[in-house]
């Protein structure tokens, strides 16, 4: 654990850059959350940006309510936009 003098010497020497318009169409997007009809799992999507630039790609992810380690249902799937449990929970619609 870093204590306080050296956590301020740590930012201290970092370097300083203000988040641009570039930082922020870098960054994942992270949405259209999907609760199971039991409360045990969400399922979201996450848009990441092409590395050419030209868009996004989206991608469908579950985890569990409580907590835990995401995973992924479907990648690149281009329409994938609001994924959607059925009514018993078994499947998700993406």
């Known amino acids: 654990m870093l204590h306080a ?5 740590a930012l201290a020497a970092a370097p300083i850059h203000a988040m641009t318009v570039e930082d922020l169409l870098a960054l994942d997007r992270v949405g259209a959350p999907s609760l199971s009809p039991d409360g045990s799992q969400v399922a979201f999507t996450v848009s990441r940006p092409k590395a050419d630039g030209s868009g996004l790609t989206p991608s469908v992810w579950l985890v569990a309510a ?4 995401p995973r992924p249902l479907a990648t690149g799937a281009e329409r994938s936009s609001a994924p959607r449990f059925s009514p018993d929970g078994g499947l998700v619609a993406v």
Do not use: F
Request: aromatic residues 0%; charged residues 10%; glycine residues 22%.
């Open 5 to 9: 003098p050296l956590l301020a010497l």
């Open 66 to 69: 409580a907590g835990g380690e």
